[in-house]
Nanobody, 114 residues
Framework: VQLQASGGGLVQPGGSLRLSCAAS????????MGWYRQAPGKQRELIAG???????HYADSVKGRCTISKDSAKNTVRLEMTSLEQENTAIYYC?????????WGRGTLVTVSS
């Protein structure tokens, strides 16, 4: 499984951003896909995920401000983020789980700054 994340960039506080993760390879075997973020000096954390059947779940820190969705026809998972804050500045990573094995995309940098 190969993952290609895109959509990061600079956004002002209070702004919105949409990240996309395109999956290729053995995508029919993917059980779960998620978005993680790693802020400077902090551990990588799971912020949102979606099962193969389309059930989403969110970390408490992003509930109400993030929406994860999947487009099965395009093999893509998207993360819509709103009301972004400076503390949300991080590298955002796409993740896929196949039979308990984790696959990672390269990460896309999101900078929230005025």
């Amino acid at each position: 499984v190969q993952l290609q994340a895109s959509g990061g960039g600079l956004v002002q506080p209070g702004g919105s951003l949409r990240l996309s993760c395109a999956a290729s390879g053995s995508i029919s075997s993917i059980n779960y896909m998620g978005w993680y973020r790693q802020a400077p000096g902090k551990q990588r954390e799971l912020i949102a995920g979606i099962t193969s059947s389309g059930s989403p779940h969110y970390a408490d820190s992003v509930k109400g401000r993030c929406t994860i969705s999947k487009d099965s026809a395009k093999n893509t998972v998207r993360l819509e983020m709103t009301s972004l804050e400076q503390e949300n500045t991080a590298i955002y990573y796409c993740n896929a789980v196949v039979l308990s094995k984790n696959y990672w995309g390269r990460g896309t940098l999101v900078t929230v700054s005025s």
